[in-house]
């Protein structure tokens, strides 16, 4: 019998399948649209105009941490608490929640990293219609209108954003449903029904003893005690139409499926104005441009975690991850705004330049029109409180460094991780395991880990391994380990349905399931077919999850055994959009329409702690997941889920990791030649030049295309994959020190342009080429056929370098390269310093011992730095014992200095200098080496007089000394 009904099972697996995935597409058909969303329509049916909120400016109260004050709705006469907090760090705090709910509303918790440091704010000023508080800095305001209520934030004498200026503030309070008027007619047939039976009920006593007394009784007298007349008038339909009877408010279908909405209509909404600010980016995650679009005439660009397969481009449907932060960016200043809830969310973005072209701005300019450019954001979710952080910048690094004090910083990666991966759905056993890692070995190619997808595990349950493909685990993982390579295993957050199974049993008997609305363990379809979805935000159960990952739990695992989430949108195949049903229960009894995009939040956090846990504290892990919100870069990495093997796929991967960036998620990438379809052979190649350069690299495809390791299509295309992956591994040590700097300051380790050129404004769009770190720029070639690409490089006066020619150009210019297959335009900016690794090695654990290269571009005053960044690549050591080098590297005056650019670390290292290659340098007479002791030693040099480039050969120094190299 269960044989047969697990046939079935597989049977509505593959129909569901062959629904979601028969043309390789999205169906658009099964996401929402605004206007399929009741609360996105009914905010969005709201124009803008006066608010009916006032604030009540007599309740204003100022306390240590804040100032408080009630709004009131003057049609509904609702009244709300605002909350405006000044935050240490130029941060600006408003909070908008019910004055007394009915019911606590849900506000997110675990995303930020502490409760936010606050600063005093003092009333600076007051009228009959406005307050003034000022902050410590004495330089930003905020002034609040009473009627119609609006905030405004000022810098100085700059009106930097507005608050509820287009009066769209909208709050919907809790409440007891009212009785419709079909419930009232129920109501009343019920009830005159039940006296009818009542009536005709009467008991056999009462009858006895009026026959005793001489009493005739007949059906048609009335009861002792006299009732009322069962035909009541029926009651007249309302002549308005209740707000509470509106489509959508307290039950809503979309398709099959139907969300009960026990209570109701809760959704908010505020509006914000960012005057003189044309440029917006940010909200991921979409498969969009860079720079956000005006959502006038279209849909708003939606944030709400979905299985989305095979995305379509440049519109603004939701995808796998949702991180409701955004920047604003012009030449003067950059601002962000982080909307904190958790809730699905739209965003209307809308513009005074909109649909300006270039000449209507400049006749705009002759005519001397003075109309500020202005762009506005209105944000709507479905529930939950307003709470917002204005990020007050001014400038980009202000601005990330602000939003990683609320939410933290990317995490430092293993090294390993920076590595390449290879990885497809799926390795089919562990001979293909060990043949596919022989193969990289055989051509000298180098790689660091090989992935598992769902197949390996028995039956898909996770946390298991298929007995006959994969018999012997330990063996196949210390196999790797010999050759320094780890290993990824998938494990998903849906658990397999089946008694026998230990984990679902110990799920089930704890109670650690999400529920339904119905109180049951809530059950859908997933890969391993029947499925019910742990509740992660249940912090009993995420311990237990975090604890399945220690060695004696999960059987099989080692130390280089690492983890993939994915599906943690969380996916369901037969639910409401792919996921799960919004008025599913969680820890809390909250609804799964409050939290629903911290799920994949909480999925990571708990893997991640259970790497944590397993080695004691000692090891960093390795986590990628595909759902993420606010805070998920603290848990690892993130890739751009379900993309193809189509040229506008690769051309996407940068905006879309851009966007992360900014957002602060530094470590992504994109499934190198696409996960659906087959690339050609001229996609695959560039994919992996592409790809060298992005933060994460890993190589994926499904499970019905040709199998593509890097050595299946000639060796010539074999040789050109070989070389890009080589020069990936040579920047292995300035991919870490970037990593490193993420992780002390939140700044994005993959950049646009604008960001280090801010007032460039030709920069503030493109999105076709882009920054590691601050010292090379780098512009894949994403075109078809491509003979020649148009490279911009930015920088009043300064100098660039060909990062393979060393050949120097002036900026600014827009370079025209061209290209042949083997060819990456990347260049190193001019004042910068790059240390490589430039020996080839197996994989990344190979070259830890390995001397180093320094490339010293200089600018057009001599001048270049950098810093250099090395710990023992895999632990927490770096944080718990200042077990690190952060070395400052100064080109001046003609002579190179090694210092310690952080005295509190100390860390003993086998590396060295190898070589110092210096771009842009005359040729000198003599270099001499002096070390920290006095002692000097006179180089060998060569100088290319043609390109300027000086190379001085072993200086033989310890990476961890301080030392100086004069030019003579």
């Given at each position: 019998?269960?044989?047969?009904?697990?046939w079935?099972?597989?049977?509505?697996l593959?129909?569901i399948s062959?629904l979601v995935?028969?043309?390789?597409?999205?169906d658009?058909?099964?996401?929402k649209t605004c206007?399929?969303?009741?609360f996105?329509k009914?905010?969005r049916s709201?124009s803008?105009g006066?608010s009916p909120?006032?604030?009540?400016?007599?309740?204003?109260?100022l306390?240590?941490?804040?100032v408080k004050?009630?709004l009131i709705?003057?049609?509904?006469?609702?009244?709300?608490?605002?909350e405006?907090?000044?935050?240490?760090?130029?941060i600006?705090?408003?909070k908008?929640?019910e004055?007394?709910?009915?019911?606590?509303?849900?506000?997110?918790?675990?995303?930020?990293?502490?409760?936010p440091v606050t600063v005093p704010?003092?009333?600076?000023?007051?009228?009959?219609?406005?307050?003034?508080l000022?902050?410590?800095d004495?330089?930003?305001?905020i002034?609040?209108t009473?009627?119609?209520?609006?905030m405004?934030?000022?810098?100085g004498?700059?009106?930097v954003?507005?608050?509820?200026?287009r009066?769209?503030?909208?709050?919907?309070?809790?409440?007891?449903?009212?009785e419709?008027?079909s419930?009232k007619?129920?109501?009343?047939v019920?009830s005159?029904?039940d006296?009818?039976k009542?009536f005709?009920?009467s008991?056999?006593?009462?009858?006895e003893t009026?026959?005793?007394?001489?009493?005739?009784?007949t059906?048609d007298d009335?009861p002792?005690?006299?009732?009322?007349?069962?035909k009541?008038k029926?009651p007249?339909?309302p002549?308005e139409?209740?707000?509470d009877?509106?489509?959508g408010?307290?039950e809503?279908?979309?398709?099959?499926?139907t969300?009960?909405?026990?209570?109701?209509?809760?959704?908010?909404?505020?509006?914000?104005s960012?005057?003189?600010?044309e440029y917006v980016?940010?909200i991921p995650e979409?498969?969009d441009?860079?720079?956000l679009k005006?959502?006038?005439?279209?849909?708003?660009y939606?944030?709400?975690?979905l299985?989305?397969?095979?995305?379509?481009l440049?519109n603004?449907?939701?995808?796998?991850?949702?991180i409701p932060?955004m920047?604003?960016?012009n030449t003067?200043?950059t601002l962000?705004?982080?909307?904190?809830?958790a809730?699905e969310?739209w965003?209307?973005?809308?513009?005074?330049?909109?649909?300006?072209?270039?000449?209507?701005?400049?006749?705009?300019?002759?005519q001397g029109?003075?109309e500020?450019?202005?762009t506005?954001?209105r944000?709507m979710s479905?529930?939950?409180?307003?709470?917002?952080f204005v990020l007050?910048?001014?400038s980009?690094?202000?601005?990330?460094?602000?939003?990683?004090?609320?939410t933290g910083t990317?995490?430092?990666?293993?090294?390993?991780?920076?590595?390449y991966?290879?990885?497809?759905?799926?390795?089919?056993?562990?001979e293909?395991?060990?043949?596919?890692?022989?193969?990289?070995?055989?051509?000298d190619?180098?790689?660091?880990?090989?992935?598992?997808?769902i197949?390996?595990a028995?039956?898909?349950?996770?946390f298991?391994w298929d007995p006959n493909?994969?018999p012997?685990p330990?063996?196949?993982?210390?196999?790797?380990?010999?050759k320094?390579r780890?290993?990824?295993?998938i494990?998903d957050p849906?658990?397999k349905?089946?008694n026998?199974y230990?984990v679902h049993?110990k799920?089930?008997?704890?109670?650690?399931?999400t529920?339904?609305?119905?109180?049951?363990?809530y059950?859908?379809w997933?890969?391993?077919?029947s499925?019910?979805?742990?509740?992660f935000?249940?912090p009993?159960?995420?311990?237990w999850w975090?604890?399945?990952?220690s060695?004696d739990?999960y059987?099989g695992?080692?130390e280089n055994?690492?983890?993939?989430n994915d599906?943690?949108?969380?996916?369901v195949?037969?639910?409401?959009?792919?996921?799960?049903?919004?008025?599913a229960i969680?820890?809390?009894?909250w609804?799964h329409?409050?939290i629903?995009?911290?799920?994949?939040?909480?999925?990571?956090?708990?893997?991640?702690?259970?790497?944590?846990q397993?080695?004691g504290?000692?090891?960093r892990p390795?986590?990628l997941v595909?759902?993420?919100?606010?805070g998920s870069?603290r848990?690892?990495?993130v890739?751009?889920?379900?993309?193809?093997?189509?040229?506008?796929?690769?051309?996407?991967?940068?905006p879309?990791?851009?966007?992360?960036?900014l957002?602060?998620v530094?470590f992504c990438?994109a499934?190198v030649?696409?996960?659906?379809?087959?690339?050609?052979?001229?996609?695959l190649?560039?994919?992996?030049q592409?790809?060298?350069?992005q933060?994460?690299?890993?190589a994926?495809?499904h499970?019905?295309?040709?199998r593509?390791?890097?050595w299946?299509?000639?060796e010539?295309n074999?040789q050109l994959i070989r070389?890009a992956l080589?020069?990936?591994y040579?920047?292995?040590p300035?991919?870490y020190?970037?990593?490193?700097n993420a992780?002390r300051t939140?700044?994005?380790?993959?950049?646009?342009l604008?960001?280090?050129?801010?007032?460039?404004?030709?920069t503030f769009a493109?999105?076709?080429?882009?920054m590691?770190?601050r010292?090379?720029?780098v512009?894949?070639?994403t075109?078809?056929g491509a003979r020649g690409?148009?490279v911009y490089l930015?920088?009043?006066?300064?100098?660039?370098?060909?990062d393979h020619?060393?050949?120097k150009?002036s900026a600014?210019?827009?370079?025209y390269v061209s290209?042949?297959?083997?060819?990456?335009p990347v260049?190193q900016?001019?004042?910068?310093?790059?240390p490589r690794?430039d020996?080839?090695?197996?994989s990344?654990s190979?070259?830890?011992?390995?001397?180093y290269?320094l490339y010293?571009?200089?600018?057009t005053?001599?001048?270049a730095?950098?810093?250099l960044f090395?710990d023992?690549?895999?632990?927490?050591n770096f944080e718990k014992?200042n077990?690190y080098?952060?070395?400052?590297?100064i080109f001046s005056?003609?002579?190179l200095?090694s210092?310690?650019?952080d005295?509190?670390?100390?860390?003993?290292?086998a590396s060295?200098?190898?070589r110092?290659?210096?771009?842009g340098?005359?040729?000198?007479?003599?270099?001499?080496?002096t070390?920290?002791d006095?002692s000097?030693?006179?180089?060998?040099?060569e100088?290319?007089?043609?390109?300027s480039?000086?190379?001085i050969?072993?200086?033989?120094?310890n990476?961890a000394t301080?030392?100086?190299?004069?030019?003579?």
């Open positions: 019998m269960a044989a047969v009904i697990d079935i099972h597989w049977l509505v593959i129909w062959l995935m028969p043309s390789l597409t999205v658009r058909s099964n996401f206007e399929q969303s009741s996105c009914r905010q709201k803008p006066n909120y006032r604030a009540l400016l007599d309740s204003l109260e306390k240590e941490t804040s004050l009630q709705n003057e049609v509904n006469k609702v009244p709300l608490l605002l405006v907090y000044g935050l240490q760090g130029n600006a705090r408003i908008i929640n004055l007394n709910p009915i019911k606590p509303r849900y506000e997110v918790s675990d995303v930020l990293v502490q409760d704010l003092k009333v600076s000023g007051r009228d009959e219609n406005s307050a003034e000022s902050f410590a004495g330089v930003h305001k002034l609040i009473s009627k119609p209520f609006r405004d934030i000022t810098a004498s700059h009106l954003a507005s608050v509820n200026s009066g769209l503030l909208f709050f919907e309070p809790l409440r007891k449903r009212k419709s008027f419930d007619v129920s109501s009343t019920s005159a029904w006296r009818i009542s005709f009920s008991d056999t006593k009462k009858e009026a026959d005793e007394e001489g009493k005739e009784a059906s009335p002792a005690e006299e009732e009322p007349d069962v009541e029926e007249e339909p002549k139409k209740d707000v009877d509106e489509p408010m307290w809503e279908t979309f398709k099959t499926h969300d009960t909405k026990p209570n109701g209509p809760t959704s908010i909404g505020l509006d914000f960012l005057p003189g600010f980016y940010g979409h498969g441009t860079l720079r005006t959502t006038d005439g279209g849909d708003p939606r944030l709400y975690n299985d989305v397969f095979q995305y379509e440049y603004p449907m939701a995808l796998y991850g949702a932060v920047l604003a960016h003067q200043r962000g705004l982080f909307w904190h809830n809730a969310t965003v209307d973005i809308s513009s005074n330049t909109a649909g300006k072209t270039l000449f209507g701005k400049m006749l705009d300019f002759v029109a003075n500020i450019p202005q506005d954001v944000w479905e529930s939950g409180i307003i709470d917002v007050l910048g001014p980009p690094f202000d601005v990330f460094k602000q939003y990683a004090s609320l990317q995490a430092l990666p293993p090294l390993f991780s920076l590595g991966h290879q990885c497809r759905w799926n390795y089919n056993d562990e293909d395991v060990r043949n596919v890692d022989a193969g990289f070995d055989e051509r190619i180098p790689y660091d880990v090989i992935w598992l997808d197949e390996h028995d039956g898909k349950r996770y298991t493909k994969f012997n330990k063996g196949m993982l210390q196999n790797l380990a010999n320094k780890k290993l990824v295993s494990v849906h658990i349905i089946d026998g230990v049993e799920l089930r008997i704890k109670k650690y399931y529920k339904n609305k119905d109180g049951n363990d059950e859908g997933c890969w391993p077919g499925v019910a979805y742990p509740d935000t249940n009993e159960m995420r311990s975090a604890n399945m990952f060695y739990k059987e695992s080692m055994l690492f983890v993939w599906m943690n949108e969380p996916s195949f037969n639910g409401p959009e792919v996921t799960m049903h919004k008025d969680h820890f809390g009894d609804e329409r409050d629903h995009n911290l799920y994949a939040f909480y999925v990571g956090m708990s893997t991640y702690e259970g790497l944590v397993r080695s504290g000692l090891e390795f986590v595909r759902g993420f919100f606010a870069q848990y690892g990495a890739w751009t889920g379900d993309n193809a093997a189509e040229w506008d796929h690769l051309k996407i991967s940068i879309m990791c851009l966007s992360l960036g957002a602060g530094s990438g499934d030649g696409g996960f659906f379809k087959h690339p050609s052979i001229e996609l190649v560039r994919w992996y592409a790809g060298a350069y933060p994460f690299m890993r994926h495809a499970i019905d295309t040709p593509r390791e890097p299946l299509f000639g010539e074999t070389v080589l020069e990936r040579r920047l292995l300035y991919w020190t970037i990593f490193y992780y939140g700044e994005p380790v993959m950049r646009p604008w960001v280090e050129y801010p007032e460039d404004v030709s493109m999105d076709d080429q882009y590691l770190g010292a090379l720029l512009h894949p070639v075109e078809q690409v148009q930015p920088g009043n006066g300064e100098v660039w370098y060909d020619t060393h050949q150009y600014p210019q827009t370079l290209v042949t297959m083997n060819t990456i260049f900016r001019g004042g910068t310093i790059i690794k020996r080839s090695r197996r990344s190979c070259m830890q011992s390995d001397p290269t010293v571009a200089l600018n005053q001599n001048y730095e950098g810093d090395e023992d690549g895999h632990t927490f014992k077990a080098i952060h070395k400052k590297y005056n003609n002579s200095s210092r310690s650019a005295v509190n670390g100390q860390f003993a290292t060295w200098i190898e110092v290659v210096i771009m340098a005359a040729r000198p007479t003599s270099v001499h080496l070390n920290a006095g000097k030693l006179t180089l060998d040099f100088h290319n007089a043609e390109t480039v000086l190379t050969r072993k200086p033989a120094v990476t301080d030392w100086t190299i004069s030019l003579l």
